[in-house]
Structure formats: C-alpha cells, structure tokens
C-alpha cells in the first residue's frame, strides 16, 4: 500500500464536508460537528438519506463484485470517501486476489484514513492519491497512479455519488468524457447520481440546504444523468434506480426512498 498526495493536515472543520456527512449516514465516526449538524439538517428534509447512502454503497459492492466475475483486474475508484468496510478493493480481491486497485479523493481526512484501512492482498496491490474529480488530469496524469493501473488494459472506472457534487458549470459531462478517454477497450463505467424526479420538492430542499452549509450540489433527471454514458453500451438492466442493479435479494425499499440511479456501461 502506497499513499500519494498533500499532507492530511489542512483539514477544514469550519465548513461540512459531503465524504464526512456522507460517513454520518452510514453510521461512522470520521466528522466534526459542523458535518454532523449539516447531516441533521438533511435528514429532516430527507429522512432516507441513510437509506440513499446504503443503497449506493451496496450499488457499489455488487457491481465491483460483477467486474472481477467478468475479469476485470484493475479498479478506480474516484471520489472514494471516508473508508468503511468492506471497501472496494476488499471486494475485488476477495474474488480476484490479484486486483489491482487505485483510489482517488480530494479531502485530506480521506488520506488520513486511506493507509490504515486499504491493505492489499499479497497478490494485488491498492494505491490513494489525493486528487479533485474536477481536474481529471491530476488523476490520469499522477505517477503513482500509472504504476498500479495499466491503461493499456481494462480497466473498471467508479464515480459513485460523485457527480451530484459537480455542478454544470464545472463540466460534469466533460469531466467524465476525459476519465473514459483515458480507458482501454473492454473497461467499464460505474456511476451512480442521485435524483429528484421522484420528490423533485424534497430534493430541492435539500439542494438549497447543502448549499447554505458550503456544498455546492445539483441532482439530475434520468436523461441528464443517462449523458454520462454516451458513447458506451449499457449493461443490463441499464440505468436504474440503485436497488433495482442486479440484487442479492429482494426488497421493499420504493424509488422515492432510494432517489439515486445506477448504472454500469461497457467501452466498446
């Protein structure tokens, strides 16, 4: 295990953080007061926020599971967040102990974590670098990246409950057109967005809310989100809401509950 980047040392604790809110909705303990306050805050607005939060992270989990099933040896995980077990890599090299797995995120807390909780197999190897989703060429381009990840060869892309923290005028679109580039034939695009087409009112709410806590914020409609995938194949059972991705196991969680999408597309 290696770690690249910035020391952790320039934590903000004055403005909350959606890695450390996000921790709060899974039942962690990485945040300061001010994100457990924010995190309040959303979840009376929302109060299926966990459920959102869960339901990606086990979007996450089944189709990590699904690309080592089909051969996929090499993972980037972009926008990783605060670690909570079991991590991507956990789940790759249970199934393919030889993965090879890069995670990449901006705020320092990550990096704080990142050494004491992402140990590799043996066989396989994790890395961190410290880098922001809005300049995709400080991932692509990171040196230490490119010793783990042969872009030559396939490679499974993540951007889970990311791009909602990338308004349009930072380029989501374009954001995500430049990581794909970068992929060889064969790799795959998992992305997750959460959305509001299901309690548009509610969602606005809570947009309005992330932003008066400092976090910039916008959900997306199925077709605005259905645009990250142009120019690649959709797997089945396409886009869908996060439960609906091929599950383990039945459930009566509703659309309006989970209000994030879900999808993994194939680079041709």
């Known amino acids: ?64 599971r699904w690309f080592a099933e089909t051969g996929i040896r090499q993972f980037l995980d972009i926008g990783t967040g605060i670690p909570t077990e079991p991590n991507l890599h956990q789940v790759a090299q249970k199934i393919a102990p030889d993965a090879r797995v890069v995670y990449a995120d901006i705020d320092p807390i990550v990096l704080r974590w990142a050494e004491a909780l ?8 994790t890395d961190y670098v410290q880098a922001d989703v809005r300049d995709p060429q400080s991932i692509l381009g990171n040196e230490d990246l490119r010793k783990v990840i042969d872009f030559n060869q396939p490679v499974a892309l993540s951007i889970n409950a990311v791009l909602h923290f990338v308004p349009d005028d930072e380029q989501p679109y374009e954001i995500v057109e430049t990581l794909v580039s970068a992929l060889a034939p064969g790799s795959y695009l998992a992305l997750s967005h959460c959305t509001g087409d299901f309690d548009a009112e509610t969602w606005e709410r809570l947009v309005e809310a992330y932003g008066e806590k400092g976090v910039r914020a916008q959900v997306r409609t199925k077709p605005q989100v259905l645009r990250f995938f142009d120019g690649l194949e959709l797997m089945e059972p396409g886009l869908v809401v996060g439960h609906c991705w091929r599950p383990d196991e039945t459930t009566d969680l509703t659309d309006a509950e989970v209000s994030l999408y879900a999808g993994v597309a194939l680079k041709r």
């Not at 924010?38 to 339901?55: C, S």
């Not at 992402?118 to 190897?125: C, W």
């Open 118 to 125: 992402m140990n590799s197999t043996a066989e396989g190897r």
């Open 1 to 64: 295990m290696t770690v690249s980047g910035q020391p952790a040392d320039q934590i903000d604790t004055s403005t909350a953080h959606s890695a450390r809110m996000y921790d709060y909705y899974l039942g962690g303990k990485t945040q300061y007061k001010v994100d457990r306050e924010a995190a309040e805050q959303a979840l009376t607005i929302n109060p299926h926020m966990r459920t959102v939060a869960q339901a990606n992270r086990a979007f996450m989990h089944r189709s990590t």
